[in-house]
């Protein structure tokens, strides 16, 4: 992927060909289904009773220990300490998407 910015449909696809749970999982964390989608311990604190909670159909994470949260580029920016466009990249490689002229 180059240094040119991404546009609103590149990220729609980046974050379609990333799907949330697995990208937690690829992370450790240990993800069960419950009534209202997925659940683990948090991987930003220490934790005995799990209160990190990924929802699939909305693409979104949030932890109610530490009350944070966010799609699948949040969880990759805070997970590497990447920023916006760094995280994009990565998910844009892990998906194998290229870009127009790649």
Known sequence: MTGVPFDDREIFLIREA??????????????????????????????NVPSFHVTPARGYWYCFGCAEGGDVIG????????????????????????????
Do not use: W, Y
């Not at 990333?18 to 683990?40: K, S």
């Open 18 to 47: 990333n799907p949330l749970a697995d990208v937690v999982r690829e992370h450790g964390v240990a993800l069960t289904e419950t009534e209202h989608g997925l659940t683990g311990c948090c991987p930003f604190h220490t934790e």
């Open 75 to 102: 969880f990759v920016r805070k997970t590497r300490s990447l920023g916006f466009m760094d995280a994009l990249r990565f998910l844009a490689d892990r998906a194998g998407l290229t870009r127009g002229g790649e």
